[in-house]
């Protein structure tokens, strides 16, 4: 059974940092790749950033020079580190397994003030 789990969301003033993580389970982690998206309310799921098994990563436009995934495999854990936060960074944000679409953790709110 798949599992993830995100965490490290919170409030933070525009300009900010914050470091996502995302905890994954029944699946063999080194060889999917992985990617963060995000749900604002009234907006439909947008990809955020991915990162294949080999770690090369894919951003999308707006977080370019300002979020940065990776991923440990030792650990089964991906990250995002978000910095320079922005209001319209504001969702909530959930990790994916390639291999796994339909599997979806409970995400973790990022609310960013201005």
């Known amino acids: 059974q798949v599992q993830l789990v995100e965490s490290g969301g919170g409030l933070v003033q525009a300009g900010g940092s914050l470091r996502l993580s995302c905890a994954a389970s029944?699946?063999?982690?080194?060889?999917?790749?992985m990617a963060w998206y995000r749900q604002a309310p009234g907006k439909q799921r947008e990809l955020v950033a991915g990162?294949?098994?080999?770690?090369?990563?894919n951003y999308a436009d707006s977080v370019k020079g300002r979020f940065t995934i990776s991923r440990d495999n030792a650990k089964n854990t991906v990250y995002l580190q978000m910095n320079s936060l922005k209001p319209e960074d504001t969702a909530v944000y959930y990790c994916?397994?390639?291999?796994?679409?339909?599997?979806w953790g409970q995400g973790t709110q990022v609310t960013v003030s201005s």
């Open positions: 994916n397994a390639d291999l796994f679409p339909t599997s």
């Open positions: 990162i294949s098994s080999g770690g090369v990563t």
């Open positions: 029944g699946i063999v982690f080194r060889i999917n790749p």
